[in-house]
């Protein structure tokens, strides 16, 4: 079955250290790929996106993300963390194709310690 | 730019009342959804319209309606609330024929029927 899974949860870093999240998909063809960030109380917010070419994608706020074919996924990365990136991040996809709706995976709330 | 706007922002329903959503966007989009989240299973899609005239059930459609008069403006009714419609909603929209689907985010509506 087509799925997007984020397998962490929550995820605790303290400010200023690495900071990797993982997206995990199954899907026939490469979909699509988005992350999202929404901070609390607030909608989402696109932090960066891969359609095709380059498997390292920039996104805004510093956040990086790298596609790997290989192994089906699209985790997102920062090498510094900031207090203000506490925040529940999203990975999400849109087939290719017809049907064109995005799916979100469940989510991973960021703490980031002082 | 507004982007898309939500109202309200929050409510407090009683369980068999009835009530509107709604969703204003001022980017000529020929697409808007409606999304709710609850904790632990991310983004579900509710309903979705490509265009304005038409609309599609999503993948937790029972118990909500849409419609789609024109462009901008895709309100959400529930006609006889239950408690486990209590939960955080999304309205977004998106230009469809653009490549990948990117989708903008309201700011969501906190809705709890008791």
């Known amino acids: 079955a087509q799925s997007v899974t984020q397998p962490d949860i929550h995820i605790t870093v303290s400010e200023g250290a690495s900071l990797e999240l993982r997206c995990n998909y199954s899907?026939?063809?490469?979909?699509?790929l988005f992350w999202y960030v929404q901070s609390p109380g607030q909608g989402l917010q696109l932090l960066l996106k891969?359609?095709?070419?380059?498997?390292l994608v920039q996104g805004i706020k510093g956040f990086e993300a790298e596609f790997k074919r290989s192994q089906s996924s699209f985790n997102l990365r920062k090498p510094s963390v900031h207090w203000s990136d506490a925040a529940e991040y999203f990975c999400?996809?849109?087939?290719?194709?017809?049907?064109?709706?995005?799916?979100f995976g469940s989510g991973t709330q960021l703490t980031v310690l002082p | 730019t507004a982007g898309i706007t939500q109202a309200p922002t929050s409510q407090i329903l009683a369980a068999g009342r009835s009530m509107t959503l709604r969703c204003t966007q001022d980017?000529?989009?020929?697409?808007m959804y409606w999304y709710r989240q609850d904790l632990g299973l991310g983004l579900r899609l509710i309903h979705y319209?490509?265009?304005?005239?038409?609309?599609g059930k999503g993948e937790v459609p029972d118990g909500y309606s849409v419609s789609r008069a024109n462009t901008d403006d895709f309100p959400l009714t529930l006609a006889s609330a239950v408690p486990s419609q209590t939960s955080v909603y999304f309205c977004a929209s998106s230009d469809s024929g653009t490549r990948g689907n990117e989708q903008f985010f309201g700011p969501g509506t906190r809705l709890t029927v008791l």
């Open positions: 899907y026939g063809a490469t979909p699509y």
């Open positions: 891969y359609f095709s070419g380059d498997t």
């Open positions: 980017m000529r989009h020929n697409a």
């Open positions: 319209s490509n265009t304005a005239g038409t609309t």
């Open positions: 999400a996809v849109v087939p290719r194709g017809s049907a064109r709706q995005l799916t």
